[in-house]
């Protein structure tokens, strides 16, 4: 059954369908239903919208002329990705109004230049393509996610995905060379440069870059790529506190340097959730801990020994007392093994009920005064919660999650949400911190920002939205509120 719009008489649906359908052609215009629902919710189930038309194009020219016709005729857009986003962004509203448009098809790698270290990819690519297509040219795209299978480049540079790797490669802000990028009113505005210097004026690329489809659509970029790490050791090292945690990270990039790529933190119960729900799983270590870390360290030269590096960094850690067991991956296999455990972190807190989310970020120095203040300040408003926080402690990222009491009513334990969101925001405000550290604003923070921006920094936002989409018609009412007063 075709849907609606209740803004839109049927004749008039009828006429912009006609003009879609002979632009990409009737396969790629999507009304019914059962073709559209898994576009209009996300993967933690939390945002369900309504649209009328879903739109597949397949190339930059196609969505320049999609642009121009909704621009000309008042019709809002919502661009997606791989839908993989927490924040609610690439979710239509549930006026059934919006039109989502997907950029599932934009999938060509344009060009890949080993010797520029450059990659040339639409925003349809999926992660996991990328890297696997510079694996086959001898060479590393260092961002990793969880959903590394299914997020699109687009989306990921929407967003600024993070992951992983940020400590030694930065965000997709660092990632980016140039950008190609179809404006509200349809220009192109094609900027693939693949230069690593180039002051000539104002980084537009920055604009749209974290935007979250609010200022343009990115329909491709030019990216850095790195050599191919020649050596790669990963260890996962039982700690009994966060601040033990913190010490070896500082012993780690003391001898590491650049080549420390990762360093995550996991708390015993996040381990456990991981072996009760993730099949294969098993402990790495013979006896639990209270907490975790996982390191990394990446070698791009013959040279650099990182298997007697990442060794001397834990018999350091052993002789001082910062670790009180470690395991030393093997093999390929079983450092993806590692990895694997921390990767399925948050999926596993599904089978335990509702989950509170945050993704803040503090100084790294006070990741273990930000957790001794927010832990117990979640056990006392909600007692018998189960607090799992963990994330990059490399970068100071931590996704600060607050699973159910056991056998709580989870639409009760959720009612809670705004209430812990509050008072976990407002410790990482005291402490100079983020409420997103990478996932973005969306729908879901957008009306926290005026509490934690300055004022200036909003009214300056508010005037580039205006400036590059007057009509507000451009993923409406996602980061900022379409109300001007805002």
Known sequence: MPCSSPSLSNETIKSHHAFFAQLIGCAYCLSETRDIEKYCQEPRDKFHG???????????????????????????????????????????????????????????????????????????VVLEQLQKAAEAVQRFFPLSLGAQGSCQIGGNLSTNAGGTGVLAYGNMRDLALGLEVVLPDGRIWNGLRSLRKDNTGYDLKHLFIGAEGTLGIITAASLKLYPAPVSQQVAFAGVDSPHHALDLFNLAQSHAGSILTGFELIPRLGMEFVFKHLDGARDPLSNPHAWYCLLELSANSPALDSGALIEAILTEAFEIGLVEDA???????????????????????????????????????????????????????????????????????????????????????????????????????????????????????????????DPIELQLMRQIKDLLDPKGLMNPNKVLSSDRLV
């Open 327 to 453: 395991a030393l991956a093997q093999n390929h296999q079983q450092g993806q093994d590692f990895w694997r455990l921390r990767h399925g972190m948050s999926e596993v807190q599904k089978g335990e009920g509702g989950s509170i989310k945050h993704d803040i970020s503090v100084p790294v120095s006070q990741i273990p005064a930000f957790l001794e203040r927010a832990i117990p300040a979640c056990i006392d408003a909600i007692p018998g919660c189960r607090p799992v926080p963990f994330g990059h402690m490399g970068d100071g990222n931590l996704h600060f999650n607050i699973t159910q009491p056991v056998n709580a009513d989870k639409a009760k334990f959720l009612a809670h949400w705004e209430e812990i969101n509050e008072m976990v925001h407002a410790i990482v405000s005291e402490m100079g911190g983020s409420i997103s550290a990478e996932h973005g604003i969306g729908t879901l923070k957008r009306d926290l920002l005026p509490g934690v921006k």
């Open 50 to 124: 309504r649209t009328w038309l879903v739109l597949r194009p397949a190339n930059t020219q196609e969505i320049s002329q999609i642009m121009t016709y909704a621009y000309d005729h008042d019709l809002s857009i919502v661009p997606q990705g791989g839908n993989t986003g927490l924040v609610g962004g690439q979710i239509p509203d549930q006026t059934g109004g919006q039109i989502l448009l997907s950029c599932e098809r934009l999938s060509e790698i344009r060009s890949i230049d080993p010797n520029s270290n450059v990659v040339i990819v639409e925003a349809g």
